[in-house]
């Protein structure tokens, strides 16, 4: 192997790990937030105009069903930006509280825009052939992340706190 193949295999290496260790906790964020937060989202169909907003959703064609995700983009641009202004205005914690309600309305319409959506974007070829590479890939960084010993001590602090907190407030 010659030193530009070995330099390139590191550095396919390192771009991976950087790239992983990033991505992990948005990874974390989306499974914990997606089921409850679609569920969530998907109250607000009682809403006359929001029945009525899902149910043209349902019929996009397929690459409408791909532009509907680019709306909660753009309009949560000018939020993020806000949420950067404040933040170099010396109101991190506004900024962080503007940013993580940000992430939570967008989790909450993004996932309720799929399940409205998947069988339109399954019918895209590059995406049919894509997502479930994608989900198995998720899958499987979110399966060596539980099963990482700092996730499980987390976990079992988690439950202890529970338990206590729960023999508190009956006793």
Known sequence: ???????????????????????????LFEEWG?????????????????????????RLPPWGAVLAFFVPVLLLLPVKVLALFLFSRGHA??????????KLAGTAVVARIFQLVEGPLMRI??????????KAWKDHVLTIVRQSRPWRLVRALNRRISRGWRRFREG
Do not use: N, Q
């Open 1 to 27: 192997m010659t030193f530009l193949a070995r330099v390139l295999r590191v550095l396919r290496a390192l771009l991976h790990a950087v790239g992983t260790a990033l991505i992990v906790p948005l990874l």
């Open 34 to 58: 997606w089921e409850p937060l679609a569920a969530l989202a998907a109250r607000l169909s009682r809403l006359p105009f929001w029945a009525a907003l899902e149910d043209r959703l349902r």
């Open 93 to 102: 914690a506004t900024g962080l509280t503007v940013l993580v309600l940000a």
């Open 125 to 134: 070829p590059w995406f049919a052939r894509w997502y479930p590479r994608w």
